[in-house]
Structures are given as C-alpha cells and as structure tokens.
C-alpha cells in the first residue's frame, strides 16, 4: 500500500509545531499501525532527518503508553484496541492518514506526538489505593468473600491501562472516565470502604487542578476506550462524590 | 574471591524464620535518615518501593516510562502462583517448592526458592487487602485455575490480565508513599550507570529522557529491579524498551552475571509475519488446556497449506500428527515450555511448519469446540447429534475462557480462530539468568541489590507458568525489606551521601563519553538495523537449541557486529533532547555485549537443561540430557571485554529434594 | 458540602438538577398549552389561576426564573472552562465517530433555545407583567371594564400565531428544544449518578419525551396557525 501520513511534528515543548507530510509506500497490510511508524523512522534517520517520536512500550494494549490521535480518532477508526494494536489493513490504499498527539491542556506535548500525562499519576497520588501496609500481616485472602458480580465489575472498572483515550477524544477533554474507573474500582469492593469519602473528595479535587475539563455526558470516551470502560463509572463516581460531600 | 551465597544454616523450613529473627534492624528514627534507590517499577521495584518507603527509608524511585504503572509486569496474563491450598487438593509450601525446583531442571538454589514458596501465601492476602480484583467464584471466595506441568491448583488469576492488576496494586501502595513524599517517583529517566565509593554501591547517573539532562543520584544502597534481557534477541514478547541497561551497567561496576543462556522460550506465541515485525505476542499458556497442537502428517499436505490450496479443518485426522501427544502420552499438549517449545522447533525444522515461513504449527480448538458443546447440549436437554449447534455451543463456552485472547489473535493474523485453527510459534519470553545474587539478594558489589527476573536466584533453568509474578511480588514485598536492613543497619550514622565526588565525577564524564560518541557518530545505519542483526544472531545459533559451531561462531558474529556497530551507527539528533534513537542505541551497545556473554556461557555449559538445550546433549529421543558436574550456577566476572569474562561457579546442594530425570512421557 | 459548586462534579450535578426542574415545567407547561386545542375554555381557566395564585406568581415563578438563569449562566461558565481545556484542537476530528451531534452541541441548541426565551417573553411574559403589574389590571379579562367579555388568554394566544415567520420561528426553536433534550434528559440522570437497569427503559422514555414535547409544541402553534378564529 502507499500512503499519505500528515503528522504533527514539534521540537519541543516550548516549539509551536506544524503538521508535516511525509509520503510511505510499500507498507504492507500485515503491520501494525507502530510499525509503519518504524518503517517511516528508519527511512527518516537514513536520510538524515529526525524520526517522530511516539510513545509506545509493550505493543499488545495493556502498558497503555501508545496515544495516537488517528484520522481524528483516539487509537484510530478501530474499537476495543490500542494504537498498537491497530493494523494498516484497516485503510486503504492511497489514503491520507492524519497523525496527531492527544489534545488537551493537562496533556502537554513533550515532543512531536508523546504528551506528558504524569496528571494522571497525581490524580492517583491524591487517592487511587487503600492504606494497607505491604507487611503481609493482612487477614487471610479468603476472609473477605466478595460477591461474584462485585468483584466482576471491579475488575472491569480496574483494566483500565490510563492511555488518556478518553480524555483525548471527549470534547471538553475530561478525565471523568478514568477517575470514574479507579474511584469505581475501590467502591465496588468492601476493602475500599474505609477510606470511600476522602478518596473521592481528594482525587476529584486533583482532578479539577489538573485542568481537565467537565463531563457533558457525550460518551465519547466509552466509546473511544480501548478496554471498554463503561460510562457507568462515571455515574458511579458522581454518587460516590455527591454522598461523600453530603458527609464530609 | 570465591562466591558466597550467604545461606542460613539449619532446617530448610526454619531458615528463613530464623534469619529474620537474628538480623540487625535499623530503628524508625534512623530509617528517615536513609536513602535506597530504585531503579524499575514493576512488581518487583515498585512492590519494594512502596514497602521499603513504608518503613520509613527515603526511597527515590526510576523509571524510564512515562509512568510506573508502564513497567512490563503489566502484560503478564496467566496468573500467580500461591500455595494456599484453597482447593484441598494437596498443596503445600513443601510441594511448591518441589514443583519449581524440579520445573528449574534442579539448577535453582534450594533455600531461595523454598523461602519464595513460603512467602507466596502473603502474597494473595497482600494484594486482596489492597484491592486487587482477582477472579472469585459464587461464593465470593477467590477461584484457582491449573498452570502447565504441576499437579495441584494453585493459580490465582484476573482473567487474562492479572499481572496488570498486580502492579496496578503495586503501583497504588506506590501512590500512597508518593503522595506522603516517602517515595521521590523520576519518570522517563534511564539509570546509565551505578557509583561505587568505597567499593559500596553509593548512587546511580540516570538521563533525564525528556531533556537529556544528565544527573547524579546518591544513597545508601540501590536496588535494581529492572527485568530481564529477551529483548536480546530484538523480537521477543518482551515490550520494546524492556532492556539489560541498568543490569550491565552494574555487572560492569563488578556485580556478576548468572547464567546468561537460560532463556525461557514460550511455546504459544504468534508466529512472525514478516520482516518489519518489531515485536511478538503471546498467547497465555492456559490456551495448550483446551487447544490441540498440530502439523499435516505428509509434506505433500504442508505444501498444499503453504500454497493455501488446502484448508487445515479440510485435512483428515489421520493426516494430522499430534506431535505433543504422539511423543508424551502422559502430559500430552501440557508438557512444560521448554519440551513444548523444542518440539514445535523440530517439526517445523523438519519441514512441517504450516505457513509461509515454516515457522508455525497449529493450536485446534475444534475437539475442544465438540468436547464442551456436548457438555452444555446434554446439560440443556439439546440435541448432541446436531454437529452445528454442538460446534456453536462449545466456541460459546470456549469464548467465555479466552474470548480476549482469540479476539487478540484475530485483530494481529486477520484469521477467525473459531472457524481455522490457530498458528502459534514459539518465541523468546523470559530470562531465568541475570545478575547473581546472593540469599540477601545482594550482588557481588555490597549494597547493590538485584530483585525479581534481573536476578538469577529462583527459577534455575526454567520457569513455571505463573511463578514470575509471584518471585516479583515476593522479593519486592517480602524479601527485600528484611535483607535490606541488615545492610543498612550499619549505615545509620554515615549521613547524606555527597554527589559531588570524585566517584559521581567519574561515572558521569564517563556516561557523557558514550553519549557523546553515539551522538557525533555519524555512521550509515539506524540502531534498529543493528538490534535486528544481533537478534537475528541470537535466534539462529543461541536460539532453542544450541551447538558448539554455532555459538563460537556467534562469539565471533557478536563481536564483529558490536565494533561494527560502533563504527557505522548513526543517531540522529542532539544529546539534549527527548531522543530515543539515542536511549535505543545505549540500550543496543549493552546487548551486544550481553549476546556475546551469553553465547559463551552457553557454550560452556556442556550439558541440556530447561531453557538451555545442547544438540550435542540429548538421548536418541531428542530428550535433554543433563550432567551432574553442570549442578552449578554460572556467574561471570566482568573483564573489559566478554570473551574474558571469568567463570565463577557456585555448586548447588539438593538436600531436600531428591534429583531426578524430568520425564514427562 | 462546602465548596460543592466549586467542583466539577457538582457543577455538573447542579447543571443536571436545574434540566430535571426545567423538564418538569416543561411538561407542565405543555399540558396547559395542549389544552388550548382541546378545551380553549379550561385553558383559559388555568392561565388565569396560573397567573394569578400568588404561590405560582411570587414563590415559583421566581425559582424558575432562577432555574432557567442558572441553567445558562452555568451551561455557559462550563463552556468556557470546558474550551479552556484544550487550547490546541485538532486538525482532524471525527466527533461523528464516537457521540451524536446532540451531544457536542449543546451549547447551540441551548443559545438557540435561549434566543427562542427571548422572543417568547418578548411574546407573552412582557406584555403580561405590563398588564398584570404596571397597568395593574388583574382581572384576566379581555375587557377589564365588562366581566362578560370572557379571559383574554386564549385570544392572545391566536393573535400570536397570525404571523407565518413567528410559526416558523417556534418551529425552529422547538427543534433545536428537542435536539437539545435528545442529549440532555438521558444526561441529566447520568450526572446524578443515576446509570443502572432502568437506564435502558429511561432511554426509550427519553425519546419519547425529548420528541414529544417539542413535536406537541410545534402542534399547537401549527393549529392555532392554520385555525385563526377570526
């Protein structure tokens, strides 16, 4: 296949970037989306012209470090898969392709298409665990039965790898499906009880600094999400969050 | 200087118990006067980060994601190994232990691996209190699932991700201490080398990998828990940054290197599908439970599927070969990796292998699609003899156990595994080699630490089915926290240690030296170009099976490679900007050094065991043949260059575990 | 509590608690108007109470006033914030990939509905304080003078709707009220934490309301359009 890659390129964070086209031929249908990515690098770097950066890692969806914006879409047309995970069979041959990082002001860009998304990890500092000791001087594992769709919806809300898809593809750049999902992980399980006020409270605040914008309910998010995190998170979060400053 | 492996005396089942009860603590107040770094934040750094901040030590904490919750702990699916005994059916520390031993062709050190079957119990009530959701049946209590080549039920698991959520808890303990400023968290910086004063390990030189800045960090001790070295072999399930960096940067400061050649091939891994693959992907171990693995009995049938004239569920079952159950009736398709792997490797050597490179072999859910859909027609009162309704009945059942799996498996080969078997081949997966350490988990430079798979201590020469999650969690949570004190116990009066040495001073200009050197270069060709030769290399003469010709002639390919490497690499860019061709080129140069590490050490290792298969060594069945005068860990001596690294052997007792032949026929 | 509105979520939540109150008036004032087609008479009746019990007039007139303000004045601050969220937009964005248009304009089915208030108090609400509180006749009447010439309410309700381009401005604002209330219903109770099993009834409910309403509007206008008395 031959293709047309338009792609945002930009030195630094500080260099104000422009969108660049680079033509790629040959690409088979066989590579990962990645991967023509490292057939255009190679080319780049032998010519002697930088490579675009990108950040990826385990390249089969679960590090959660690939953010591609793709043909305006988070992770590309695709559903249920990261960047990595996307296949160029998915185009066409001849097709314009148009690559950019993820958007957002708490998402600044380091470079070309990697963002900074160490907000999420304060979001995390500020509540994402329950404060237990890793001493292992716990109660036996057995000694809290959890109802089977509890734990089930848990783990769901728990799969999430915090690509920031979500907040890349909503409109007003929102975190509320990634929070909605770590807050709804701990309130479904009876071990996250204990701190179930302060956590909400503190993580939604941190949040809000980040500079993230508000949830208008569009589901874009759901539907962008490579791991299908559902909306009901964000519900859920939002009870949690209007009880919590009821009582706190 | 002869190695000590610092083993208490005593009863195994008592020694551990007995050495916590004897070591010397370090009191709350002085713990805040103390340093550790960590470098990885896996399951094994990031559980020892939180725990060790949780104590009280300042820990700072590296790594060279974006994130901790990155670290490639995160893809492991199958499970972790804990003797619970949930189920009643017979497990117990003892067996664990024996299981993994024996699973490690008795190339482990007893008292390591019989302390990590102690401790796995904690494990699972740790994560619980913690909030991991792990799979839980009806009644609320947690479910096990069976691994590969063990007879009891011992797995814990979060369906196909569960070491994403064991980090995901490891990374939340982390997030505790970070918000409570106990853990100074460096995101995206690489450790590129490790600071000896006084012959102590004292602080490590990273690269800020968003500006390039070089730094130096002190403390009173360092921890490296930065994985292993698949990624040797360019294409590996390992994830693209995964490296042997931080670990060969410390056994070039003197922390010897175990037993290189013991890698872990996976057997049920996609098959490549070209030459711009970057990476391979895995398909969890609990597939072989249900699938059937095959090749076509007749080369005129492979020819047909090659040229796709013939479709795989057209072949009769005559035709078909089973190899796994043809050559091991007793374990069938549940033989351990490395049987499993080498099997597949020699039929596809032999000219069977099912797609256009000859590399593949086939995983058939069809009899499992029949076997379950007759359970679920007869549970539902249907009609077992409508084929079609059996078939969809059982792939119903199957999707519910690996649905994301066979979901993954479409998305990658375009191919619909309900409708056409699977084809899997194996491919490079973990390392059971890696920096020698001693029962403290401390390396050969005092007070330079080595945890979960950048160690060497705990899986021999080869590794069970969810056990590496669990020696992650154990060293990290359990291990390390005890031994690390007894060390520091004598540091409590040492004060801030300085960084502006002449020691920083050194292994900085040094660091700068290299980098300098990759960046003005100038060569003709990208470090990807050389990582795929390397790999290409490692695969062809140090891959699953191994001669004497082939590894002299790596030795010498490894070496002609690395000083062409040198010469003709070409990095484009500045030193003092987010680059990661110059991050990757660093990462290269120390491959290329391991590689050629590894193919001697396996060349020395006269002998078949687990991961490391010999041509010369195996019966007339092709089945491994181990040597008693081989029962020792290899550890090498860095000097210079790796043709004269020195071989120090460390001679494994088995006092509680009789050693055997490992059959599984 | 303190500080709730400061919050995204209880913004969120207070923007969600004034749609649900503006959907009950809704509802309320579509089943006044409805019966200005069926029963003129009663219709009359009711807008005269409706406009004279001084609970409605001087206790939740003023809430709504308040709630309808509030409602805009909030959906325009979290606009703008939301704006502030992303300085850079895309160069290319497939928004029609992952929500419905509904969804990402909300802030224009909202201004147009806020230009459709105007028009519509200009309309009635004006002229009826003027009536009520500046000349201050009370009465209803259509003669203040003559108790026999009946409530005026009716009558002034068709002299509006002699103009076609009144109509078709009421018929364009209605649509944009159903568009903004296809998105808006299902995401009010959203925002109030409200998304379990009955979120898939509650959707074929909001449908139903969301067209409705706005369609059973565009009705009377149209009949009252089409059926001048005079």
């Known amino acids: 296949m031959d293709l047309k890659l338009k792609i945002w390129r930009q030195k630094n964070a500080n260099d104000k970037g422009k969108m660049v086209d680079y033509p790629i031929s040959n690409v088979s249908p066989d590579m990962s989306f990645l991967e023509m990515l490292d057939v255009l690098n190679n080319e780049l770097i032998e010519k002697g012209e930088a490579p675009v950066s990108f950040d990826h890692d385990c390249r089969e969806g679960i590090c959660g470090s690939c953010s591609l914006y793709i043909n305006g879409e988070a992770h590309g047309p695709d559903r249920l898969i990261t960047t990595c995970q996307l296949h160029m069979r998915t185009f066409k041959d001849g097709e314009t392709i148009t690559i950019e990082p993820w958007r957002a002001k708490a998402f600044p860009v380091i470079k070309d298409l990697v963002v900074d998304r160490t907000a999420f990890d304060r979001i995390q500092h500020a509540g994402g665990f329950i404060s237990v000791n890793t001493s292992g001087n716990t109660i036996d594992a057995n000694a809290i039965p959890i109802n089977k769709a509890d734990a089930d919806n848990a783990f769901m809300a728990a799969t999430c790898i915090g690509c920031g898809a979500c907040v890349a593809s909503c409109k007003n750049s929102s975190a509320m499906l990634f929070v909605g999902a770590k807050v709804s992980q701990f309130a479904l399980l009876p071990q996250g009880q204990v701190e179930a006020t302060d956590r909400v409270l503190n993580m939604v605040k941190q949040m809000d600094e980040e500079g993230f914008g508000n949830c208008t309910n569009t589901g874009a998010c759901e539907v962008e999400c490579p791991k299908g995190i559902s909306l009901e998170n964000i519900a859920r979060m939002n009870r949690e969050y209007l009880s919590a400053s009821l009582k706190g | 200087m002869a190695l000590d492996s610092k083993i208490p005396q005593g009863p195994i089942k008592d020694k551990w118990t007995d050495y916590k009860n004897h070591i010397d603590l370090v009191n709350p107040a002085n713990k805040r006067n103390i340093d550790v770094i960590i470098v990885g934040t896996g399951l094994a750094g990031g559980s020892a980060a939180a725990t060790l901040a949780e104590l009280g030590y300042n820990v700072k904490a590296f790594c060279f994601q974006d994130s901790p919750r990155r670290a490639h702990s995160i893809a492991a699916q199958g499970g972790i190994n804990a003797a619970k005994n949930y189920q009643g059916d017979g497990d117990s520390t003892y067996r664990l232990f024996y299981d993994t031993v024996k699973g490690g062709d008795y190339r482990s050190r007893e008292a390591n691996v019989y302390r990590l079957a102690e401790v796995s119990t904690n494990i699972i009530d740790q994560c619980v209190a913690q909030g991991v959701p792990f799979a839980r049946e009806y009644g609320g209590l947690l479910d096990n699932r069976s691994f590969g080549g063990v007879l009891v039920s011992r797995t814990f698991y979060a369906a196909g991700q569960t070491g994403q959520q064991l980090l995901l808890g490891a990374y939340s303990a982390m997030n505790r201490q970070i918000g409570r400023g106990k853990i100074k968290m460096y995101n995206r910086h690489e450790m590129l080398d490790v600071v000896k004063v006084d012959g102590k390990a004292r602080g490590i030189i990273t690269r800020n990998l968003i500006n390039g800045e070089i730094e130096r960090h002190s403390a009173h001790a360092v921890v490296l828990g930065t994985g292993g070295y698949g990624n040797v072999f360019f294409l590996s399930t390992n994830a693209m940054g995964s490296n042997v960096t931080a670990a060969w940067k410390a056994h070039k400061r003197g922390a010897h290197f175990a037993n290189p050649c013991y890698t872990q091939i996976h057997p049920t891994c996609i098959p490549v599908s070209g030459d711009h693959q970057s990476k391979l992907t895995l398909m969890s171990e609990s597939l072989r439970n249900d699938g059937r693995i095959w090749v076509p009995k007749h080369k005129k049938d492979v020819e047909a599927i090659r040229n796709k004239t013939l479709k795989p569920t057209q072949l009769a079952e005559e035709d078909r070969d089973y190899y796994l159950e043809r050559r091991y009736p007793a374990f069938g398709n549940l033989v351990p990796r490395d049987v499993a792997s080498r099997a597949a490797k020699e039929r596809s050597d032999a000219g069977y292998g099912v797609n256009a490179t000859g590399e593949a072999v086939y995983l058939d859910f069809a009899s499992a699609f029949m076997r379950y859909g007759k359970e679920q027609a007869t549970v539902r009162h249907l009609d077992f003899n409508d084929e079609a309704l059996v078939r969809k009945l059982g792939q119903e059942v199957v999707k519910n156990k690996y649905g994301n799996l066979f979901q993954m498996y479409e998305k990658i080969v375009d191919e619909n595994p309900y409708e056409t078997p699977m084809m899997i081949y194996p491919a490079v997966h973990y390392t059971m080699g890696g920096v020698w350490v001693d029962y403290n988990l401390m390396t050969t430079v005092p007070g330079l630490y080595a945890i979960g798979e950048a160690n060497f201590s705990d899986h021999g020469a080869n590794r069970l089915g969810a056990s590496a999650l669990m020696q992650g969690l154990a060293d990290g949570y359990f291990v390390l926290p005890y031994t690390i004190g007894d060390y520091l116990a004598d540091d409590i009066r040492t004060g801030p240690i300085s960084t502006d040495t002449k020691e920083f001073e050194e292994a900085e200009a040094e660091v700068r030296k290299n980098i300098d050197h990759l960046i003005n270069n100038n060569g003709t060709h990208s470090v990807d170009h050389f990582h795929r030769r390397l790999g290409k290399i490692m695969w062809d003469k140090c891959g699953m099976a191994r001669n004497e010709k082939d590894l002299k002639s790596a030795i010498t390919e490894i070496s002609e490679l690395r000083a062409e490497f040198w010469k003709d690499v070409r990095v484009p860019g500045t030193a003092n900007e987010f680059n990661e061709e110059l991050a990757k080129a660093g990462r290269v140069a120390d491959f290329l050094e391991l590689g050629e590490l590894f193919a001697k050490d396996a060349l020395q290792r006269e002998e078949s065991a687990g991961g490391h298969f010999r041509d010369e060594y195996q019966t007339a069945e092709g089945e491994a043949v181990r040597k008693k005068e081989f029962q020792y860990v290899s550890a090498w001596e860095y000097k210079g260059e790796p043709k004269d690294a020195i071989l120090h052997k460390e001679h494994l007792e088995y006092e509680n575990i009789k050693v055997k032949e490992r059959s599984y026929k | ?230």
């Open chain 3, 1 to 230: 509590m303190s500080g709730i509105l400061n919050s995204s979520i209880g913004r969120k939540f207070a923007m969600a608690l004034s749609a649900l109150f503006l959907m009950v008036f809704l509802l309320q004032h579509f089943s006044i108007n409805i019966l200005s087609v069926l029963a003129p008479e009663t219709f009359n009746v009711v807008s005269h109470f409706m406009g004279t019990f001084w609970v409605i007039q001087y206790l939740l007139q003023p809430v709504l006033i308040i709630g309808v303000i509030f409602h805009f004045v909030m959906g325009f601050v979290l606009e703008i914030r939301n704006n502030k969220a992303r300085q850079i937009s895309y160069a290319k964005n497939n928004g029609g990939a992952n929500s419905t248009w509904m969804s990402r304009n909300m802030i224009w089915s909202g201004l147009s509905i806020l230009a459709f208030i105007c028009l519509h108090f200009y309309d009635f609400w004006f002229p009826e304080i003027n009536t009520k509180f500046i000349v201050g006749d009370m009465s209803g009447l259509i003669d203040p003078n003559n108790a026999e010439s009946g409530y005026r309410y009716y009558e002034e309700l068709q002299h509006k709707f002699v103009d076609a381009w009144r109509v078709v401005l009421y018929v364009i604002s209605f649509v944009f009220l159903a568009l903004h209330l296809l998105h808006g219903f299902n995401s009010a109770f959203q925002s109030v934490g409200a998304n379990n099993k009955y979120t898939k009834g509650l959707k074929g409910f909001s449908k139903i309301y969301a067209i409705g309403i706005p369609l059973g509007f565009v009705f009377i206008a149209l009949f009252h359009f089409f059926n001048q008395a005079h």
